[in-house]
């Protein structure tokens, strides 16, 4: 079974940091992209990060670059994304989900295994 799982989600004070993981299983996981999106209450999806399959290049959303950090670990078949300094404007379910191989992981279209989604809650 194609599975996406993530963790790591919480609540924390405004300033704080959080780490997510996405963990995969029931694919290829190196042939797969890799990209967190966000959902806050009454707002459509965003896209946050991704991070390629083959050189590890990361892309980050304006709103985020320099305060996350997406990585992974192709031995755990795992993604995480590092939080710091975080906002209340960062509180959203956040989900992780995989891009059909050779789809470019810039677009959300690309992305077509999702996960569950795990809270995120920022205090201020």
């Known amino acids: 079974e194609v599975q996406l799982v993530e963790s790591g989600g919480g609540l924390v004070q405004a300033g704080g940091s959080l780490r997510l993981s996405c963990a995969a299983s029931?694919?290829?996981?190196?042939?797969?992209?890799i990209g967190w999106f966000r959902q806050a209450p009454g707002k459509e999806r965003e896209g946050v990060s991704c991070?390629?399959?083959?050189?590890?290049?990361?892309y980050y959303a304006d709103s985020v670059k320099g305060r996350f950090t997406i990585s992974r670990d192709h031995a755990k078949s795992t993604v995480y994304l590092q939080m710091n300094n975080l906002k209340p404007e960062d509180t959203a379910v956040y989900y992780c989900?995989?891009?059909?191989?050779?789809?470019?992981?810039?677009?959300?279209?690309?992305?077509?295994?999702w996960g569950q989604g795990t809270q995120v809650t920022v205090s201020s």
């Open positions: 991070i390629s399959s083959s050189d590890g290049s990361t």
């Open positions: 029931g694919f290829t996981f190196d042939d797969y992209a």
């Open positions: 989900a995989a891009a059909r191989p050779g789809s470019p992981a810039r677009v959300a279209g690309s992305y077509d295994v």
